[in-house]
């Protein structure tokens, strides 16, 4: 091997198509098309009493109104709840466009089509609803009292109530010997991508066939569901992700109302149709996540271990659950992180309010949950004055107990057993990272300066490369180059690199021969979808044992035409040639050539694949029993379950002693996905993590008021955090292989956003002496919070009140020595 | 997010520009750089039956440097006014100022005489424009007038030009010498509009302070100046007795603005805020020569 392309950070082969212009994204294509644009719902909550479109019709350029009436058969029934689960009770899906009720601002409930976007606009300020408002829920607190209902037949709003255990946590903790209780909550954001959602359709009257194009993060799902939706042969329908600009989840959820509609209208005109979303619909009729009130209780031993976790969370889900209670679940299996937790019970209520329903945004639940471990983590610290590092260490799951099963059911139904990590490493890497053990002299430094600074810490464990599935097809040209295709999609995380890398790896070609399609159900029409850190994980290896598939054939067939032994070859650089004797070889073209025996020469090369050419054996068919023409191969990987990525995170902060703005002055990242295809893809993957994740702790909230509005829909007012807010990102990186796939590699895309919001919580309380229990928190609440706190309505950290009794500096280590009561 | 259907003039002068807007009146909106009418358009908040786009009007982008004040046309970009050395030379706030504005793109497009006349009561522009007792200078077909900065302000996005007029120019009047300036605001992210913001003005002879003034962002309804000399005049500017006259400044400055509370802030928060950017600019004033430059 020439050159090792697997695990070295080469540069992204998409970028420079992407940089300069050259992607292809929903909006770039059909430009001939229709375009559709939607009235929707001003209220949270209310009856449609009448749609007027009278003075719209009239418009010149429009070429369609509809309602909901209008919709046929299964178009106009609700749509599909995507992944049932036995604890949803209450599962609820809405309608392509609101049939009699709306349930929160933005559903759709007119579809205009037209000549443009202007002219559909037009028309739809012109269209008068007339609504009779009912009272909305908004906000966990009014879900929980359930006074008030978002669906007159589910009780209480609960559409979810989920009770797992392990052990017995009630003799656990009355057991202990120490125990504390959280009240914790975080607020919801979004995935924000830069592109908007976006579907375009053409319909083929003649074929009777349906192509269609959608901004969606599963391409195979979409396909299928709206063949179901419009009663057409799976095989009448094809479906293709073009260049997408970001998903983050909130385009794994399908098929959206726009996915069904746009089709649907392309056949009815029989014209192209497309719909583009705009930020304001994004922010009011997409998905939001990460909304949940916790209290968590945990019981401990006078060292800090662990005895007993009891938990119990409030979800918001918004108005519907097509996307099931997957956050819900993630968030109560994964909030253990790298821990034994002595005996755990862990019980949710995955509540209805009148808002944007909630389906998973990058992290998809862990957020919350590492929120919760880690805020009990720092706690125990707290209380018993030992350092927050050693009361994790003291609870690690060490290597040696690996694989580690913690007795749950994870999001994939399948056992929560975690194959690889070794936290003690990662703890110790990341501590020399940040310097954990000299922070407390900086500290004595910075407050001689008048700064005030804290240093706080997070870790989690990331279930990532959920099943069930994922394919790859390789196929090698007679002029050497390989086509290599999945079906999942790309939203810009460098596929078209990863996969190349691995398949010059396997095959032993040159990178720039691989040529990577994503997406595209033309191409491979079994695929699930990317999301949950999945893709390196299962297309990856999908690929890897696709390529080997096409190894193995082009040595049979390159052993033959050279007469030697398949073991005595290999292939450098897209030559196949002998072992120690270099000069005898052939290229992989001419492989390709031979492996597929042709009547027709349509060139030089393919001369010698020609029945003239002499170059067979008379006596075997041209194309053996149990073989096919072509160098071409296929395979699926099929995990038993999914793998268990970690990291540890580290941050300094500063707050302002007087206007309590918040700087992050450090951001260290420690990251285990096992082993790396392309070690700067994963800092990159770490570094927009990180990015969300300082947007969901310091920056993101849905500002909601009590009538179901969203005040901030525009990144003007929700703050998706600028290139000037996000800090350096330190990294290191540990490679824990994990044993469950033929690469050993684990996911990396959600990791950087998880502990993010726990990591500054952490240090903001470090910095401040007081809990912090409430996330995002903006220097108003930082502001706000010591208020209370110097009005004694909050209590102090015993590490600040033991410091200031002492008068001897606020450093942990010597707090570690000290013995507590 | 796409506006309602307008028509499109493009005057190539100020008479043409003044005759449409004599005839289109209360039906149109003058685009010059479209920082803020643009985003207004496209999400439907105003659908003007008329745009008179001033672009391709001659003579407009002009920055013009006299004895008394910077002349800034209403062409003349946020980042041309942020560049021109003249302009800095003669009166350093604009550049102190200026480069809060927005984002490097956004400054590239919108104007200073736009942003004034957009009378946005969190725009940096405005707060200067008062703080440098200045003036607009408005064309219509009836002919020039000239609007002192008290007079010009009417509101949050309200001003006393008249639907006819043309905002040409806007004059900042210079400091006497010896005055040193100094302009902070606090956002929750770089660039966005500020939670609170405040230039000042001190003027300092023979190491003591003669006159003082304060004017600010986001925390008053309409640009607002507040006379800092009673609490800093004949104070020196580098004793001991600065401290306190700043905190007393500062104190000042918050019994003085009428801060509202938003999604982003309290009322409270950006008063204590207000308060502490102003101690902090004023310090900054007399030890710094240039002010914060950011």
Redo the contacts between chains.
Sequence with gaps: MTTQMFGAPIRRKEDPRLVSGGGRYLDDLGHDALAAAFVRSPHAHARIVEVDAGDAVDVEGVVGIYVHEDLPGRIGEPLPLLIPHPTLTHGRTGYALARDEVNHVGEPVVMVVATD??VA??AC?RIRVTYEQLPPVVGIDAAREGALLVHDDVPGNIAAHMLQEVGDVESALAASPHTLTLELDIERSACTPMEGRGVYARWDDERRELRLWSSTQTSTGVRAAVAAKLDLPLAKVECIAPDVGGGFGVKIVHPWPEEVLVPWAARLLGRPVKFTE???EHFISAAHERGQLQTVTVGFDDDGRLLALDVKFWHDNGAYTPYGIIVPIITSTQLLGPYKPGAYRCEFWSLYTNTVLVTPYRGAGRPQGCFAMERAMDAIADELGIDRTEVRSRNFILPSQMPYDHGLLFQDGRPLKYDSGDFPASLAKIKALVGWDDFAAYRVEAEAEGRRVGLGIGCYVEGTGVGPYEGGHIQIETSGRVNVSTGLTSQGQGHETVFAQIVAEELGVRLEDVHVTTGDTRKMAYAVGTFASRAAVMSGSAIALAARNVRAKALRIAADALEVSPQDLEIVEGTVRVKGAPATSMSLGTVSVLSNPLRYAFDEAAQAATQFAGTFDPDKPPVAEDDEPGLEGRDFYSPTQATFANGMHAAIVETDP??A?IRILRYCVVHDCGTMINPMIVEGQVHGGVAQGVGGAL?ERM?YDESGQL??ASF??F?V??A??VPTIETDHLETPSPLNPLGIKGAGEAGCIPVSAVIASAIEDAEGFPISRMPI???DL??LRRQHAAGEIPSLHRATRSAARDAGTTEATEAKETTA | MKPAPFVHHAPRTVGEAAAVLAQVGHDGKVLAGGQSLVPILNMRLASPAHLVDINGVEGLDGIDVSDEAVRVGALARHAALARSEDAYAALPLLRQATLNVAHPAIRNRGTTVGSIAHADPAGEMPAVLALCDGVVEAVSARGRREIGWQDFFAGPLETTLQADELAVAVRFGRFPTGTRTAFRESARRHGDYALAGVGVMVTVADGVVTAARASFVSVTDVPSVLDLGPVLAGTEASSESWGAAVDSAAAAVRDHVQPESDIHATSDYRRMLVGELTRRVLVESVTAAEGDRR
């Design positions: 976007r202007y606009e037009d300020q705009d930020r304001r007087v206007t703005e920056y500002a005040l901030n003007m007012d703050l955090p600028y000037s807010e903006s220097p108003n502001w706000e």
